[in-house]
């Protein structure tokens, strides 16, 4: 069985610790594990925190975030998938963006390990961005499997 949910929230930094629990209360419904829990948590927590440190130039409540979920539901567990999109300053190079330890803020404690680590935790992931446009980050977790 399919199940979806959306959520859009401004891009501050208070909205992302009620991010990342919201989107992994959604994935109780598949039965996940307390580690998978845990590397949900922490990929959607680096995801949106790039959208609010990278994405947009000025803070505001007029920048956005968008996070989209969908369960495909099996007999033990499932799939997970999460989008996690702005609509800010896009990646110029994206190969770039995903090279381990690459910042482009580093005197701001930035670990350049954003995008290492979503990879590490999920079991799968892709970036897709366009300049002016925004940004857009998909992982899939195996849930049970
Ligand atoms: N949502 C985004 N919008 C614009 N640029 C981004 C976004 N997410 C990541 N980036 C770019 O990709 C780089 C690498 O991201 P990441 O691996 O999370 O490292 P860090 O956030 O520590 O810099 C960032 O320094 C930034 O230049
Ligand atoms: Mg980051």
């Known amino acids: 069985m399919e ?6 929230i401004a891009a501050l930094g208070e909205n ?3 991010a990342r629990s919201a989107v992994a209360a959604f994935a109780l419904s598949l039965n996940p ?23 947009y130039q000025t803070n505001g409540e007029e920048n956005k975030i968008l996070i989209v979920c969908r369960t495909q539901k099996r007999e033990n567990g499932g799939e997970l998938h999460i989008e996690i999109i702005d609509y800010g300053k896009g990646i110029d190079d994206v190969d770039e963006a995903l090279t381990p330890f690459f910042t482009t803020l580093p005197d701001d404690e930035r670990s350049g390990m ?4 979503m990879q590490t935790f999920m079991d799968g992931f892709s970036l897709h961005s366009k300049r002016g446009e925004g940004t857009r980050v998909s992982m899939t977790k195996s849930i049970g499997v």
């Open 16 to 18: 992302e610790s009620f």
């Open 33 to 55: 594990s307390f580690s998978d829990l845990s590397d949900i948590k922490t990929a959607v927590s680096e995801a949106v925190t790039n959208c609010i440190v990278h994405a």
């Open 3 to 8: 199940n979806y949910m959306k959520l859009e």
């Open 114 to 117: 954003g995008f290492t680590i």
